[in-house]
């Protein structure tokens, strides 16, 4: 086998995995209003089993509601009512082949008040986050309770027919909150030396492993470096890891906490398998079997961390929100057929932590329903001509075709990709490559998808292919306001678009030390803070205007918090309410004064692109997707529009309806 490490068994007490590749605990905002598991969301870890994973813990589950609640829908254990239903889960995922564990979690000052009705608790009456809420301290007994309750949780799991249980003790939840001298500051026995701060997770496992039993595995998942200035670092963590280790069987190693989000949630530039350092420290100072994830999407890279010992198990989060044939895939030699996560965090960690929805993805249209559509085709022959191939106009092709539409996608330009494939080349933002990847391996699997690069879409080309149904995907384009000054430093070059920043990236002009060279970037939107990282990066003084009252509205909360640490750490101006003026040759003139640069970047927007919609209509029916549909949006929105053309193609009578 061509990853014969990564693909070989495990056992760990009465579990045994048939390989080394982890499904990571994610919460989704699938369950049930009363915290049972929905049957979508039996679906959703059914794709998993059945897609070659070796282990899937499930999302953490709630012991002690309402005041361990960590989101709306958040899945429960804490009553035997749960179980049933549990159990039913268990039986689906391991028909498929695959072992299954579920977290055990209680939110502690991770939960919103508004939400529980009451005030959160903690160790201490510290926020675990910037700006966060304030806890109440537990009393003593309180502690002791929740030791209960979390035992209870997980003798329930072993009754529903898990294989293991995780104890969450990471990630800025309360047995975390205890952990870590940033968020506890107790002077009982649970609080003050490395000992007593790690005595309530000790007193949790000994409990736990008293009502399971001795071959029940059970394992704990940490933040072995918290990456926070006064936080836990590697060495700390090692420090208290012998306080519990009698009761633990595996080590899942994370880092990071809410303040150092991007470091827990693996921000996109950081490379695969990051944090292999940390389980190797961890494996080498326990001699436990260690988990480790960071940005894992690469097979070569998972056989490396297992074949070298730095890890017994890979663990992957997003890629299998992306991709739920990820091992079966790198199984059967289809890597090339991977859809890879990009790191975006819109449809997972946004919908999830910021938007209270369920969990969607920029790149998979259907989470929970894998790729059931391609087993409906067209009932009779359908042609379909698709204008432009950007992202939304690429999975408008692929999804059409792979129905059995005979499919003619023109593109003006030379490549496929439209905007992803440039704004990839951004270091930070190089994952969006595999995106691109993707979609052009897709395209050349389909012998009924003919591509025309370098091509106008005039009404004489697409007339020719005789469609049933033209579809417009023509994007979106810079906007430039009628400001004094714009256009014309703009053709003079003394500005920048970002497009003109990439290019320039592109092909190394950037490549230097901009220590001492200041740089503004007009615009702060997703866009303009790209440019202000890129630049930051770089050493530049850099500067941001933005006329809104909040910088980066709408971006993903993991890249939020990256770069508003990024801003503090590179002291960049940052000025909200701020109102371009003029453009100078070398200066910005805003409503709060005058900004002098060496680098003026202006990233005002994008406007909707479709200007051939209406002769288009005059040759067959025509819909539009992506930015030439309604406005500029992100690529989630792109690729859902793409993958609806399904319900275009019923309404006209070419696909059964469902």
């Given at each position: ?82 179980i049933p239903h549990m159990y039913e889960l268990t039986e689906m995922v391991h028909a498929w082949g695959a072992k299954i564990s579920i977290q055990i ?291 408008t092709a692929c999804t059409c075709a792979e129905v059995g539409c005979d499919v003619t996608l023109i593109e003006q330009s030379d490549h496929l990709g ?241």
């Amino acid at each position: 086998m061509k990853y014969e490490h990564l693909f070989s068994p495990l056992k760990i007490k009465t579990m045994t995995l048939r390989n080394r590749v982890m499904m990571t605990p994610m919460g989704t905002n699938l369950a049930n209003p009363d915290g049972s598991i929905s049957p979508e969301h039996k679906n959703y870890y059914s794709l998993r089993a059945k897609g070659g994973v070796g282990l899937i813990v499930v999302e953490n589950v709630c012991v002690s509601f309402p005041l361990g609640s960590n989101g709306t829908t958040q899945l429960r254990l804490d009553h035997d009512s749960f179980i049933p239903h549990m159990y039913e889960l268990t039986e689906m995922v391991h028909a498929w082949g695959a072992k299954i564990s579920i977290q055990i979690n209680h939110a502690g000052a991770a939960a919103i008040p508004s939400r529980i009705g009451c005030q959160a608790v903690s160790a201490s009456d510290i926020p675990c986050k910037r700006g966060g809420f304030i806890p109440r301290p537990l009393t003593t007994e309180e502690v002791y309770d929740l030791i209960q309750k979390y035992a209870d949780a997980s003798k329930r799991a072993q009754m529903a027919g898990f294989d293991s249980v995780e104890i969450h003790a990471g990630h800025s939840y309360l047995i975390n909150q205890f952990i870590s001298p940033l968020t506890n500051h107790r002077t009982d026995e649970f609080g003050g030396s490395p000992e007593n701060r790690a005595r309530f997770l000790k007193l949790i496992l000994e409990e736990t492993r008293k009502r399971v039993g001795n071959s029940f595995p059970i394992m704990i998942r940490i933040s072995a470096d918290e990456f926070l200035p006064g936080g836990n670092s590697i060495g700390n963590t090692l420090d208290w890891l012998p306080y519990v280790d009698e009761y633990v069987d595996l080590y899942n190693v994370s880092a990071g906490l809410n303040d150092s989000m991007e470091l827990m949630i693996d921000k996109g530039y950081l490379p695969d398998g990051w944090k292999r350092y940390l389980s190797k420290a961890v494996k080498e100072n326990t001699g436990k079997p260690v988990i480790i994830s960071g940005n894992i999407r690469d097979p070569k890279v998972a056989e490396d961390i297992v074949a070298s010992g730095d890890a017994d198990i890979v663990a992957m989060g997003r890629s299998f929100i992306a991709d739920p044939e990820w091992c079966n895939k790198v199984m059967e030699n289809r890597e090339s057929e991977i859809r890879k996560c990009i790191s975006c965090g819109i449809g997972c960690v946004g919908n999830r932590m910021v938007h209270n929805r369920p969990i969607r993805c920029t790149i998979n249209p259907a989470v929970t329903a894998g790729d059931a559509y391609k087993e409906t085709k067209v009932a009779k022959p359908c042609k379909v001509v698709v204008i432009g191939a950007g992202a939304a106009g690429l999975e408008t092709a692929c999804t059409c075709a792979e129905v059995g539409c005979d499919v003619t996608l023109i593109e003006q330009s030379d490549h496929l990709g439209g905007r992803a494939a440039f704004i990839c080349n951004l270091p930070e933002k190089f994952r969006i490559k595999d995106l691109v990847t993707y979609m052009e391996n897709r395209v050349n699997r389909l012998p009924n998808l003919k591509v025309l690069l370098n091509t106008a879409a005039t009404t004489e080309i697409v007339s020719a292919e005789k469609p049933d149904l033209v579809v417009c995907a023509t994007g979106s384009k810079i906007l430039t306001p009628d400001i004094p000054g714009l256009l014309d430093n703009l053709a003079k070059g003394n500005i920048m678009t970002a497009d003109e920043v990439i290019e320039k990236a592109i092909d190394t002009t950037y490549d230097m030390d901009m220590t001492g060279k200041k740089c503004v970037v007009i615009g702060g939107g997703a866009t303009g803070l790209d440019l202000v990282e890129f630049f930051a990066n770089k050493g530049a003084d850099v500067s941001v205007v933005e006329m809104a009252p909040i910088l980066g509205n709408g971006i993903d909360l993991v890249s939020r918090v990256s770069i508003t640490n990024i801003m503090r750490e590179k002291n960049v101006q940052q000025l909200v309410n701020t109102k371009l003026l003029e453009v100078k040759e070398h200066s910005f003139l805003t409503d709060k004064g005058e900004l002098p640069f060496d680098y003026g970047c202006v990233c005002l927007g994008l406007k909707s692109y479709n200007p051939l919609a209406e002769e288009m209509a005059c040759i067959a029916s025509t819909v539009s997707v992506g930015d030439a549909k309604l406005a500029p949006r992100q690529i989630i929105d792109g690729i859902s529009d793409g993958r609806q053309i399904l319900n275009t193609l019923e309404t006209m009578g070419f696909r059964p309806q469902n």
